[in-house]
């Protein structure tokens, strides 16, 4: 049997188990993803919506009943419920009778009523709107009632010790009678009707249980697949188009909740089939009652860890289940953290929009701080990629190249863009001015430069330049795949040209053909005379580019960090030096300049003597490595006051005055200035000022 589904995950919204949820008349899925939270996702557009509600007293919701214009939020042991209005983002609370309520779930009734389960009395609380004042109807049997189904005009609610069916008038507000359960020992949940039958599952024996609802009498159990290895729990669950579908948990008992304080009772002996914490499954198993089959409806697989299935909701003609990821604490096996919310839907988003206009002001200051010391502790530090990386013996923790949610977004926002008007735009607007060919692209390079960050740890898989520049992150081949594109907008002539590792655009114009590499050069592509030259040019001279600035290997080490501090390692790129000169891409014979020279703080040594220092370079290879050192009066660092090199790791320099402050700059560089004097090295700065020894502050010296 088919189950096709739709998963929109988003790796902005991190959640522990969900609860239950509901979808107002606008399409908006309302969910509490963790405490004084409320969640929204809209099914039409994939959109998503946070909402702080601090009357939550730090409490998750357990149940979202969407009614009218309201959402009614129950809250488990609090001695009330909160009323909140999406549209103004108000709240109200509403006072439970009784002693020391509990209400976990609620239903919506087909006579317009709602009813709240109260379980530590036992009894129905009965709304007649949001706003309306509850009317308690106490329980006459014995059990708790902890939820319950509509079944034509009455509503269904199964109770254990033993088990029974106890049967609420919701349009008399009275209740029935109470029929005895299958098997004294069996605890229901769920159901489907069908067919005149109504079939329920009795949730730690894994059996399907026909009830005939008219005459009263259970007919013969239906075995469930895989009870008691693949799951030990059948939870909630809906019926749609005739099958059921049911929640599963690796949980082996009935659930019990202690009226008296509110938390569930916790067996003793083995808890889970696996030994594990218990924990909800990548599935719901389907039942079909025409054929007496079972199959499975999974979530799709994901990269970083593994999807949990938990509620659900249907109106009939759709469904939808939303769940969290538990991510990987080794290769394959789930840990303890929980992760991104997910939702699975039965039907597309089909109204999530394209992306509109390109941004041309792109912030890339604020792109970049997203990833300094951010990337998560959880996560692991090492990334494999096969054949060429293979994961280390001690791998902790989900190892992605992205974000899955945020790239299955990029990728499927960028399928439903106007391509030709968004790249014809996005060329119009950055080449404005351009007065020829050359001209509009350095305009293009300098543009892709700014706008995607060669991110040397998180990329998408993707060669869409839309999804591309809208993530804005990317590698030497995406960055092509964006130059490539925004020059085929302006009718300029473009061909991709790969080197060794490594690849580059190679645009025609004034006569002749032009590197185009802008993730590495930007506006700036290597010249002579005025002229971009050529690949082959360049590959004729191979060193001659080691003299243009190669500032995109320059990372700020807190963007190679984890948020702990940690490098991370594998299929990445490092620290300036582990990356070689780029006339290895052009064929030249491999070779890495010296490590940055971190900077330490000046020593006084007496009178107006200070020592500059700075931490030791290392080359990869080995080799000479000298120290190009400059101090600049003014923070331009344009007019030198002293320019030295050295093979040492301090100079001493005496300061020409007291009170000002200096700007020091050190550069390692090697002998690859035998091959291009003009070879590019970037500059570790500094800067300090010599005041009186006993002067309170900090003035980068010691």
Avoid at 9 to 20: A, L, S
Avoid at 394 to 423: F, H, Q, V
Avoid at 426 to 455: F, M, P, Q, W
Wanted: proline share 9%; net charge negative; glycine share 10%.
């Amino acid at each position: 049997m088919e189950n096709q589904v739709w998963m929109y995950r988003h790796d902005g919204i991190q959640t522990g188990r969900p609860f239950g949820f509901d979808v107002d008349g606008s399409d908006w899925l309302w969910e509490g993803c963790g405490h004084n939270r409320l969640t929204g996702h809209n099914l039409r557009t994939a959109e998503t919506v946070r909402i702080p509600v601090p009357d939550m007293a730090g409490r998750s919701v357990v149940q979202v009943i969407a009614w009218e214009d309201r959402l009614l939020l129950t809250l488990g042991d609090l001695p009330y419920y909160l009323v909140f209005d999406p549209a103004r983002r108000t709240c109200e609370r509403r006072q439970i009778p009784g002693a020391r309520p509990i209400v976990w779930y609620g239903l919506k009734t087909p006579c317009g009523k709602v009813l709240l389960f109260e379980r530590s009395e036992s009894g129905v609380l009965v709304l007649d709107g949001p706003m309306a004042e509850p009317r308690v109807v106490d329980c006459p049997f014995e059990g708790q009632l902890a939820g319950g189904w509509c079944v034509e005009d009455l509503v269904y609610s199964p109770v254990t010790e033993p088990s029974r069916m106890i049967r609420f008038d919701p349009g008399e507000e009275r209740f029935v009678d109470e029929r005895p359960g299958p098997y004294p020992e069996a605890a229901l949940s769920g159901h489907l009707m069908h067919r005149g039958l109504l079939y329920a599952w009795d949730v730690a024996k894994g059996r399907i249980l026909p009830l005939d609802p008219v005459r009263g009498r259970w007919e013969e159990a239906i075995p469930a697949p895989d009870h008691g290895r693949v799951y030990g729990f059948m939870g909630g669950g809906f019926g749609f188009r005739g099958r059921a579908y049911i929640c599963l948990s690796t949980y082996m008992h009935p659930s019990r909740l202690d009226p008296k304080t509110g938390r569930i009772v916790i067996p003793d002996g083995p808890l889970t089939i696996d030994g594990e914490p218990p924990r909800f499954l990548d599935r719901f198993l389907v039942f079909d009652p025409n054929t007496g089959t079972f199959d499975y409806l999974v979530a799709p697989e994901q990269p970083d860890g593994v999807p949990l299935l938990c509620y659900h909701w249907t109106d009939g003609e759709r469904f939808a289940i939303t769940g969290t990821t538990i991510p990987y604490a080794q290769p394959g096996k789930p840990g303890k953290a929980f992760g991104s919310w997910i939702v699975l839907q039965s039907e597309p988003a089909a109204q999530e929009p394209g992306f509109g206009n390109p941004d041309t002001a792109f912030d890339r200051d604020a792109h970049l701080n997203r990833y300094r010391r951010t990337y998560g502790a959880e996560r692991s530090l090492f990334l494999p990629h096969l054949p060429w990386t293979p994961p280390i013996v001690n791998m902790e923790g989900p190892a992605t190249d992205y974000p899955p949610g945020k790239e299955a977004e990029l990728i499927r926002r960028a399928a439903r863009t106007d391509r030709s008007e968004y790249l014809g735009h996005l060329a119009e607007t950055i080449t404005e001015g351009a007065a020829s060919d050359a001209e509009a692209v350095k305009a293009v390079a300098g543009y892709v430069n700014r706008a995607l960050y060669y991110n040397p740890v998180q990329i998408p898989d993707t060669q869409d330049p839309v999804a591309i520049l809208e993530g804005h992150d990317a590698r030497c081949g995406q960055g092509v795949a964006v130059t490539v594109a925004i020059l085929e907008a302006l009718g300029i002539p473009t061909r991709t040209v790969g080197l060794s590792h490594h690849v580059v655009a190679e645009a025609t114009y004034d006569d002749g053909d032009h590197i185009v590499d802008a993730l590495f050069f930007g506006a700036n592509q290597p010249h002579k005379a005025g002229r971009v030259l050529s690949v082959a040019e360049l590959k004729a001279d191979v060193y001659f580019a080691d003299g243009f600035a190669q500032e995109c290997f320059a990372y700020d080490p807190e963007l190679l960090e984890s948020e702990d501090g940690f490098w991370i390692l594998g299929y990445v790129f490092g620290i300036w030096g582990s990356e070689p000169y780029y006339s290895y891409y052009l064929g030249a014979d491999k070779a890495h300049p010296p490590t940055f020279p971190l900077p330490l703080p000046a020593q006084r040594i007496g009178g107006r003597e200070v020592r500059l220092n700075w931490a030791r370079s290392i080359k990869m290879g080995g080799g000479m490595i000298e120290y190009d050192v400059r101090v600049f009066p003014e923070r331009a660092c344009r007019e030198e006051v002293m320019s030295e090199t050295t093979g040492d790791t301090s100079v001493v320099w005496r300061v020409p005055e007291a009170n000002r402050m200096y700007f020091v700059e050190v550069r390692a560089v090697d002998d690859h200035r035998k091959r291009n004097p003009d070879t590019w090295y970037p500059a570790a700065r500094s800067n300090f000022v010599l005041v009186p020894d006993d002067q309170y502050g900090w003035y980068g010296l010691m």
